[in-house]
């Protein structure tokens, strides 16, 4: 099988598993929260609390579904033509975790923005009143924080020249 092709379906198979992992979790969230008090994980520290995210991160540009629609689908259209372009080789496979990462939360979150209107988030960081997030929201979080930091440190503009050039077959 053509490597790029494996690469893709790579991403597809594990974007799905990862946006399945968050559905299940908020699903858990709606089914053992939803009009619940919080269950407490550490007293004053952390605690799961069932919210509706009806905005984006944080819940700033609340309502604006068709915006979140939009970015979402700029998102997945970046990350196939990412992993389509970028070389086999291991150097790429954080880049290429990273992406799939943050494409996996955008479907999850998209998901539920799509079905119910909102998202569903039940994490807590009660200690330092973070906002209430979700395993998507991780997921993107984590992941942009992680590909920041390899663009800046570890790929060279070289390296990434693959994604804007054309490649001479050998």
């Known amino acids: 099988m053509n490597q790029k092709?494996?690469?893709?379906?790579?991403?597809?198979?594990?974007?799905?598993v990862l946006t399945a992992i968050d559905q299940w979790t908020k699903s858990l969230a709606v089914a053992g929260l939803?009009?619940?008090?919080?269950?407490?994980?550490?007293?004053?520290?952390?605690?799961?609390?069932?919210?509706?995210?009806?905005g984006a991160a944080f819940g700033v540009l609340q309502g604006k579904h068709g915006f979140f629609f939009l970015v979402a689908a700029c998102v997945f259209v970046a990350a196939l033509y990412v992993t389509w372009k970028l070389p086999?080789?291991?150097?790429?496979?954080?880049?290429?975790?990273?992406?799939?990462?943050i494409t996996a939360?955008?479907?999850?979150?998209?998901?539920?923005?799509?079905?119910?209107?909102?998202?569903?988030?039940?994490?807590?960081?009660?200690?330092?009143d973070f906002p209430i997030f979700n395993v998507a929201d991780c997921y993107v979080t984590v992941a942009t924080a992680i590909l920041l930091i390899l663009l800046m440190k570890v790929y060279s503009d070289e390296d990434l020249a693959v994604l804007w050039k054309k490649r001479k077959e050998s």
């Not at 939803?34 to 009806?54: A, D, T």
């Open 88 to 101: 086999g080789e291991k150097k790429f496979v954080p880049l290429r975790i990273c992406i799939t990462l």
């Open 105 to 128: 939360g955008a479907a999850g979150n998209l998901i539920d923005r799509v079905v119910q209107g909102y998202v569903v988030d039940f994490l807590y960081f009660i200690l330092i």
């Open 34 to 54: 939803k009009g619940k008090e919080p269950f407490v994980i550490w007293k004053g520290v952390f605690e799961l609390l069932y919210s509706e995210n009806r």
């Open 5 to 16: 092709i494996k690469a893709v379906l790579g991403f597809l198979v594990s974007g799905a």
